[in-house]
């Protein structure tokens, strides 16, 4: 592992690469030969998903100063550098799936951000400079621990989807109905009591997500010609009148997921039986080695053994593993800053993870 990551790096020094993928390669530490010498003053965009990184080196700036996007979901990374500002032309910064408890003021000196998702963090409050975005267009802060919204981000004039589901939010600052831009408000699964009452006035508004937040009793006048729908992510389905099923192979045995136990119209778009199969079979050979003792290599051929061990992708909120290709999607992606970018290497897909409710865009980049 060693060996090829020390590869990868120097073959992206010698070609100058303006990508580098370093997903899945078990990192501790941010790697010392991306920061040697002049670094790499061409790279675009790095991505480290799904490693286990703690920290950010300060010099991060210093030896990448070109970096536009910067991929960190899913390692355990505590605190952001002040450096962090110094990334003068970062325009999209991931940081979804780590333990973040503070967000340096530092962060609102990246003036040509233009999406941030910190989702999925310990995050108790966010810094008042997130104002000072003045390009930011997303922003993702679902599952924190938020009680309120920094007012200063009805600043942020060019913000289009705002999305903070499942934190401890007991209402919308009234100031985020200025927002010019915003198109799509999700606050689903929070403590919320009552919405502004000018909420939905804006034109621009078409998308407000605010279910489970059962002391809400009543919307807004100007959200009745609004879409207002269900959005989140990994909400277990009931099925207290129906027996658990499982299935049986041998001496294994164990429960189907939730999806298989459901029965939907021909509306409903579910998982295939082939994922349902390949995610089932994760979880059993993830157990304990003493409790799988019963698990016998012959039961599955070695390539399947090796997806096993190393999903596809996993969602973005719920971080529940994707081993297949699923339903390819059935409308227009947004434009994200990787929009057009890899062109004939990556393909978007919309995947659903842990019910029919869970709808992820997902793309498939290393």
């Not at 108790?124 to 007012?151: H, I, Y």
């Not at 009148?241 to 041998?250: N, P």
């Not at 079979?281 to 190393?310: E, G, M, T, W």
Request: overall charge neutral; charged content about 20%; glycine content about 4%.
């Amino acid at each position: 592992m060693a060996s090829e990551l020390h590869e990868a790096i120097f073959t992206a020094k010698q070609e100058r690469h303006k990508n580098l993928f370093l997903n899945y390669r078990n990192l501790n530490i941010f790697p010392v030969e991306l920061l040697k010498d002049e670094g790499l003053q061409f790279l675009e965009r790095l991505y480290m998903k799904r490693n286990s990184l703690t920290t950010l080196p300060d010099n991060l700036a210093q030896k990448l100063p070109n970096l536009i996007e910067l991929y960190l979901h899913s390692n355990n990374i505590a605190i952001i550098p002040q450096a962090i500002g110094n990334l003068a032309k970062l325009q999209s910064l991931d940081l979804s799936d780590n333990a973040l408890q503070v967000i340096c003021p530092e962060i609102g000196r990246l003036r040509s951000l233009r999406h941030l998702r910190l989702a999925n963090n310990q995050l108790k409050f966010l810094p008042q400079e997130l104002g000072d975005l003045k390009e930011l267009e997303t922003l993702d802060v679902s599952m924190n621990l938020l009680k309120t919204l920094p007012e200063r981000l009805a600043q942020c004039l060019s913000l289009q989807c705002l999305t903070a589901d499942r934190n401890r939010l007991h209402c919308v600052p009234r100031q985020l109905c200025l927002l010019p831009d915003l198109n799509e408000l999700s606050m689903a699964a929070n403590c919320l009591t009552s919405l502004p009452l000018d909420l939905g006035r804006s034109m621009e508004l078409q998308f407000v997500f605010v279910d489970n937040n059962v002391h809400l009793k009543g919307l807004p006048s100007y959200l009745y010609n609004k879409v207002i729908g269900c959005s989140g992510c990994g909400l277990s389905l009931q099925v207290s009148d129906v027996k658990q099923l499982s299935l049986a192979l041998g001496e294994l045995s164990v429960p189907l997921p939730s999806e298989v136990k459901s029965i939907g119209s021909e509306a409903d778009r579910v998982l295939t039986l082939e994922e349902m199969a390949m995610r089932t079979l994760h979880v059993a050979y993830s157990r304990p080695r003493k409790d799988a003792k019963f698990l016998s290599p012959f039961l599955l051929p070695n390539s399947l053994l090796d997806l096993l061990q190393c999903p596809l992708g996993h969602c973005h909120r719920c971080s529940q593993p994707m081993f297949t290709i699923v339903y390819p999607k059935l409308f227009p992606l947004r434009e994200t800053a990787l929009a057009g970018v890899h062109g004939r290497t990556t393909v978007s897909f919309v995947a659903y993870c842990c019910s029919s409710q869970c709808l992820q865009m997902f793309d498939l980049q290393g």
